[in-house]
């Protein structure tokens, strides 16, 4: 009832435009639908002050240097109880191509980067958690493996970023077992809740970083 009182925002949804060749998917488990050129990622409702972080991987196809592409973003939500759509169109994020040495060089904001690394964490621990549970837990170690391949390199000089690593190579290393029920739970839970942007506030659950620590 407290959340219905303090509800602002319904039926939120993110629409990316993507260019010709690009392809993206989303970290996290809110529901997605659209087409080749066009991604829609479903919020839902949102509270007064709440807050939700979108984390987008971009495959792109292969481009001359100093090549652009454009990305374009619009918000599109509607006020409790109202029939009219409401929209937000987001300044174009320009994606330019350049060699492997400028982007090496290139200055990386670490409080942004460090929110990536975590959506990204928390998305692996999830996608690996639920097929272990399914039965599939070779398939979660070969998921692990290959996502650690690009996971390691981009967690360098991003803080908190060894213990990451770390902790994924742990969850790597056992997950081709079965994993308990509770175990399993806590881990499927708190990831789903970190990448909605939500608070875990059940008392005598275990500390955050079930492998080890995040």
């Not at 918000?75 to 174009?92: M, S």
């Not at 398939?139 to 690593?165: I, K, M, N």
Request: charged share 20%.
């Amino acid at each position: 009832l407290g959340a219905a009182r303090t509800t602002t925002v319904e039926n939120l949804v993110v629409h990316v435009d993507l260019p010709e060749g690009v392809q993206a998917r989303v970290y996290g488990t809110a529901p997605l639908s659209g087409s080749a050129r066009e991604l829609r990622i479903v919020l839902g409702a949102m509270a007064s002050g709440g807050q939700r972080t979108v984390v987008l991987p971009l495959h792109f196809p292969a481009r001359r240097e100093h090549a652009e592409l454009v990305l374009g973003v619009r918000l599109r939500w509607q006020e409790p109880g109202a029939q009219d759509v409401r929209e937000l169109v987001l300044p174009p994020c320009t994606v330019g191509f350049a060699n492997g040495q400028d982007v090496r060089l290139e200055a990386r904001d670490p409080l942004l980067a460090s929110v990536v690394l975590q959506h990204w964490y928390d998305h692996a621990v999830h996608t690996a958690m639920a097929q272990n549970q399914t039965g599939d837990g070779q398939a979660a170690a070969d998921y692990l493996g290959r996502e650690l391949h690009w996971f390691e390199r981009y967690s360098q000089f991003v803080p908190q970023g060894a213990e990451r690593v770390a902790s994924l190579r742990r969850l790597q290393q056992s997950v081709h077992r079965p994993y308990a029920p509770r175990a399993a739970k806590e881990a499927l839970l708190g990831s789903y809740k970190r990448t909605r942007g939500e608070r875990d506030l059940r008392t005598g659950r275990p500390e955050p970083g079930l492998f080890g620590g995040w």
